[in-house]
């Protein structure tokens, strides 16, 4: 009788092991994906993520959404510029080509337009190069939170768009496989491509 009560045993305890095991590595795994606030750079160190400027760190999309779980919302006077603050809401979202809205996603110029139009009630064209025509130009040494910087990523000017959040740091639609997100603007691939911003 012992000997049967150990055989049966065993395979219950290895059976709790197993879902004990999976199921750590479902939380590792979770943690990992959710980009939360106990990973990366400010991990162990004792700073607060509320604290930590989003926009310096290592993966600002991260931190700018684990500081939007906890509650801290951005730092005072990180982003004062509705058209920026509208376009950080969209992080995340898909991109789709012609895209215009949060439902179907965005592409660059979708993102710009879906929020220039919630955020300051400006209408503007479908295309970035037609974007491009409207308010004023911008030296790239005056460029300001909510100013639109432009590239050149299919070989003519102005064929990429995106929102100005300071120190060097943009937010877009990148391309086909992406979603909304921010993006730094010394990158090479970004500072040789870069035709110029405009102020609406």
Not at 24 to 50: E, P
Not at 62 to 68: E, I, K, W
Request: net charge positive; charged share 20%.
């Amino acid at each position: 009788m012992s000997d049967t009560i150990a055989a049966t045993s065993a395979p219950c305890s290895t059976a709790r092991w197993v879902r004990l095991a999976l199921l750590a590595v479902a939380c590792s795994l979770a943690a990992i994906l959710s980009g939360c606030a106990g990973t990366g750079d400010n991990a162990g160190s004792g700073i607060n993520s509320s604290s930590v400027d989003w926009r310096n760190s290592a993966d600002p999309i991260g931190s700018f959404l684990a500081r939007s779980k906890n509650g801290a919302g951005l730092l005072a006077g990180d982003i004062n510029h509705p058209l920026a603050r509208q376009a950080l809401t969209q992080l995340g979202i898909r991109y789709r080509w012609g895209g215009k809205s949060p439902e179907t996603g965005f592409d660059c110029s979708g993102l710009v337009l879906h929020s220039a139009q919630q955020s300051l009630g400006l209408k503007l064209p479908p295309r970035s190069y037609d974007i491009a025509l409207f308010g004023s130009e911008v030296s790239r040494t005056d460029l300001q939170v909510g100013d639109l910087v432009f590239f050149n990523t299919l070989g003519r000017r102005y064929s990429h768009v995106g929102v100005y959040l300071g120190d060097d740091q943009f937010v877009h639609s990148p391309a086909a496989g992406g979603v909304v997100r921010i993006e730094d603007m010394k990158l090479a691939y970004w500072t040789k491509r870069y035709n110029g911003a405009r102020r609406l």
